[in-house]
């Protein structure tokens, strides 16, 4: 029997799939992880620097309370082939990808913030081929698991992506619409002090 031809909306969100990963660098962190993340513990601090590695990238973060005002602050460096970000403890952080300009905000919410969770609002921004715009949106959380409190949790609940092509093929591949999808990753604890990059054991 003959198989019956994909719609068009099908092969518009095949090209949006790839446009995505081309403009993204494959997500914000990394791919939406599936399962529930690892249970929280109030055992270690936040204080020092923790990193995560993998086939396609290098991920750093650092956390710290202002000595002015007590408030966290919190550092993400990452590298993956021609993205090199580093916040500098700065909300919002510009950046380029192959060209195209993108950005990265983490925002953390001190009220609600505390000793074992921290809450942010997290966003991303990546412009790419056909003037198009990658977007992710998602209340970030970021708490310690394991014994001693060795792991870091990166934990987005609900991630939102979506992506938007200025010079569309066709009208389904304009707007993708929002894509919604739980999104974790796990760093290990290196260091109690904020390590230069290069002083960071991979």
Same mark, same amino acid.
């Given at each position: ?19 995505? /990963?081309?403009?993204? +660098?494959?997500? %914000?962190?990394?791919?939406? %992880?599936?399962? %529930?993340?690892? /249970? /929280?513990?109030? $055992?270690?601090?936040?204080? +020092? ?10 991920? /750093? ?37 192959? +060209? ?35 977007? $992710?949106?998602? $209340? ?32 389904? $591949?304009?707007?993708? +619409?929002?894509?919604? %999808? ?21």
């Amino acid at each position: 029997m003959k198989a019956e031809p994909r719609s068009s909306r099908h092969r518009s969100w095949l090209a949006l799939t790839g446009l995505a /990963a081309l403009i993204a +660098g494959y997500s %914000a962190l990394a791919v939406l %992880a599936l399962g %529930a993340p690892r /249970a /929280a513990t109030s $055992e270690g601090s936040f204080t +020092g620097t923790w990193s995560r590695v993998d086939i396609a990238q290098r991920q /750093a973060v650092q956390i710290r309370r202002d000595p002015a005002t007590g408030q966290w602050q919190l550092r993400l460096y990452w590298r993956r082939g021609d993205i090199e970000i580093d916040t500098a403890w700065q909300t919002r952080h510009e950046y380029l990808n192959k +060209g195209f300009l993108g950005a990265i905000e983490i925002e953390i919410d001190q009220e609600r913030s505390s000793d074992d969770r921290l809450f942010a609002r997290y966003h991303r921004e990546q412009r790419g081929t056909r003037d198009s715009l990658m977007t $992710e949106d998602g $209340e970030l959380q970021v708490y310690r698991s394991d014994e001693f409190g060795r792991t870091l949790v990166w934990y987005l609940p609900d991630l939102t992506r979506r992506v938007t092509i200025g010079e569309a093929l066709t009208p389904d $591949e304009a707007d993708s +619409g929002p894509l919604s %999808a739980p999104y974790v990753r796990y760093f290990e604890k290196q260091a109690k002090r904020m390590l230069l990059w290069d002083e960071i054991y991979w």
